[in-house]
Nanobody
């Protein structure tokens, strides 16, 4: 397994931007497909975005397509989520996750490792 630590969350006004980072420990980061999920109070943990091992394929939830961008830097063992044009409905705890099979899944149960989460709050 890989240890993951998210950062970059905070409070932002609607229309603003944030960039989340997820730093991974270990020397095999490029073996993992990575995903971002989010969970609002009282709701399920939902898929937001995913990226394959070398960043050649990107996947997004319909609700964030065109506004969010996932990327990774394997030399820095880090995956990013650039979030633009934020809306109040984007408010949630955001988690990064790693899949050791190197496959992006849209289902949280398929991920081996999770970070502790970072809160994103978008005010109207």
């Amino acid at each position: 397994q890989v240890q993951l630590v998210e950062s970059g969350g905070g409070l932002v006004q609607a229309g603003g931007s944030l960039r989340l980072s997820c730093a991974a420990s270990g020397r095999t980061f490029s073996s993992y497909a990575m995903g971002w999920f989010r969970q609002a109070p009282g709701k399920e943990r939902d898929f937001v975005a995913g990226i394959t091992r070398f960043g050649d394929r990107l996947f997004y939830a319909d609700s964030v397509k065109g506004r969010f961008t996932i990327s990774r830097d394997n030399a820095k063992n880090t995956v990013y989520l650039q979030m633009n044009s934020l809306k109040p409905e984007d408010t949630a705890v955001y988690y990064c996750a790693a899949n050791g099979l190197g496959i992006v899944f849209r289902v949280s149960s398929q991920y081996d490792s999770w970070g502790q989460g970072t809160q994103v709050t978008v005010s109207s």
